[in-house]
């Protein structure tokens, strides 16, 4: 967000420290979208017997926006119906359920706020906006990870805190808005959920657009709801393809890492997923199947995000010792923290297999000793804590 070429995503204005926000301020309740009425979707006698009821119950109803009378722009005002249509079959007819954006003195976590859209005719097909921080008190920052740091997320680029695929989103809430979090917290967060996470088919390109666009529409207008000003312009045009399988991974070059090796000759059984673009992380999913990969090596280089990952680090096993850096080892998942050249960096390595400890335990060292070498952050020399007990 800081260099010359990407001018157009600055935010220079700061929230005022006693501000106390409705995303809905500036559109009323009862400001219905009376020229879709025109459009030949009600009677005009009947529009008008309608509307002094309408305009009596507006203080309530405007929460759950259906049937003829929805607005044409739906979520706080962000996205209108076109935008929908990428992603829903008949746009005009998707239900709405939106939770008010909040922000204030009396919200711990920086501003909150949710919105539904769901298809009129009854299927599972739906899409969940949110804006909240990742690493709040809800407890979610390790499903949030698991979904929005996936391998099959394409970095925004040009500066900005965000990603995208045909089914989830995220971008973050500008530093000049909302200010730099610290380094045990985690950025404010407007993220995109499309249903279930399908991981193990390729991403389609059009859908990831779509979403894309999507979620720079609703921080635009989240951040304008904050006083903030600048706008994000739209990032499709630099994104590159959707990511591919690597069909040419080695024995010895896991996820594409020269010397990296379980230290047996055996081929994976399905081809690695990597995060294609540079951005906030780098993400190798191996053995994909349904929801999850098998197998998940990530290093998060924003330090922004490396926040998320405090907690992990700290507790979520045996305490893992070095002399740049701390981190944890249990029997299915390791995480590691250090200093680099650009700020707060984290190191995982995931399994979400039953019986592969020994494969993490002799994967986890020498990834992030590897990691930390490209970053420039190396060498690391980590000491693991022995096998099956703390020290």
Known sequence: MSSSEDEPNRYDQPLPADRVLLSERRKRPW?????????????????????GVLLGVGGTAWQTQAGPFAPDEVCWGALSRDDLAPMFREPEDVKVVEAPVLHGGHVMDGPTGSCQLTNSDGDAWELTV????????????????????????TPLGGGLLGMA??????????????????????????????GALISDMEPDTEERDAMARMVVKLVNKVSADLDCTGTIADPVERLPEAARYTRLEKPDALCGIKGLTL???????????????????????????GSQPKQRLMTVEDPRLAGIFTDMALNEGDPVRSDSGYGSLGPNLGVFRAHCQAGETAFLV??????????????????VEAEAARLGC??????????????
């Open 165 to 194: 695929s045909d089914s989830r989103a995220w971008l973050a809430i500008p530093d000049g808005c909302l200010g730099r979090p610290s380094e045990l917290d985690a950025p404010t967060v407007v993220d995109i959920a499309q």
């Open 263 to 289: 230290g047996k000759k055996r081929k994976p059984r399905h081809y690695p997923l990597i995060t294609d673009g540079h951005g906030p992380v780098r993400t190798c999913d191996r053995e994909v199947l």
């Open 378 to 391: 190396g060498p690391l020399k980590l000491k693991l804590p022995r096998p099956g007990g703390s020290g």
């Open 350 to 367: 995931q399994s979400n297999e039953r019986g592969t400890g020994a494969d993490v335990r002799t994967l986890f060292p020498r990834y």
């Open 31 to 51: 400001q219905w979208q009376w020229r879709r009425l025109l459009r030949g979707r009600v009677r005009p006698l009947l529009a008008a017997g309608l509307a």
């Open 130 to 153: 949110r804006v909240h921080r990742p690493d709040d008190r809800t407890g979610d920052d390790r499903k949030w990870a698991d979904e929005f740091l996936s391998a099959r997320l």
